[in-house]
């Protein structure tokens, strides 16, 4: 799986977008970037997941760029149940075979009321 | 439909107590994990299980048994507890292997060892 970097910890005001980077440019042409997030005391909760195109769920949406180099999660309006730790996982779906998840440090998003 | 349940959601242990973290999910999912959180750290896999009967090491595998014999059960074994292995532990099982990657989470168990 590609190494991924993001930053440690961002903040942002609730209501408003929140954008958070995630850095992969060793990506390999068959793996996916993920999106997870945890917060305080819980378990990580799945949030997203995008190959090539940009994709939207209820929850957010993930923008690629065009050289699959980096990825941005969008939280359009935050809210201060939102603040978690963020994590992007890039992922080689091997369509059932053995598998892996692997989570880094991740992004620390602070929704400041 | 209660999803991925764990217990305890707390245990303190002696050094060299052996003892068993209890996962279920009602989910029919073929692939479940193991995986210990400690202060500061992300999550790091300890065994995983792609269906009944298998299982695999994980990155941080020493000191931990498993098992599989049912869809629904994967329990985590501390075979001779250590200080070290103070963290908390989540179990996580997967919707579809033919689609996407999207794990449930268990609430954790939360062990300390003394």
């Known amino acids: 799986d590609a190494k991924t970097t993001q930053p440690t910890s961002m903040d942002c005001a609730e209501g408003r977008a929140a954008n958070l980077p995630c850095n992969h440019s060793?990506?390999?042409?068959?793996?996916?970037v993920y999106w997870y997030r945890q917060i305080h005391s819980q378990g990580p909760q799945y949030i997203i997941h995008?190959?090539?195109n940009n994709e939207t769920n209820e929850m957010a949406s993930l923008i690629i760029t065009e050289d699959r180099k980096s990825s941005t999660l969008i939280l359009p309006h935050a809210t201060l149940r939102d603040t978690a730790v963020y994590y992007c996982?890039?992922?080689?779906?091997?369509?059932?075979?053995?598998?892996?998840?692997?989570f880094g440090k991740g992004t620390l998003l602070t929704v400041n009321p | 439909n209660a999803g991925v349940t764990q217990t305890p959601k707390f245990q303190v242990l002696k050094t060299g107590q052996s003892m068993t973290l209890q996962c279920a999910q009602d989910?029919?999912?073929?692939?479940m994990s193991w995986y210990r959180q400690d202060p500061g750290m992300g999550l790091r896999l300890i065994h995983y299980?792609?269906?009944?009967?298998?299982?695999d090491q994980g990155e941080v595998p020493n000191g931990y048994n498993v098992s599989r014999s049912t869809t629904e059960d994967f329990p985590l074994r501390l075979l001779s507890a250590a200080p070290s292995q103070t963290s908390v532990y989540f179990c996580?099982?997967?919707?579809?292997?033919?689609?996407?990657?999207?794990?449930?989470f268990g609430p954790g168990t939360r062990l300390t060892v003394t």
């Open positions: 996580a099982s997967t919707r579809d292997r033919d689609t996407v990657y999207e794990q449930y």
């Open positions: 060793t990506i390999s042409g068959n793996e996916y």
């Open positions: 995008g190959l090539k």
């Open positions: 996982i890039a992922l080689h779906w091997s369509g059932g075979s053995n598998y892996k998840l692997t």
């Open positions: 989910m029919n999912h073929e692939y």
């Open positions: 299980s792609v269906g009944a009967g298998i299982t």
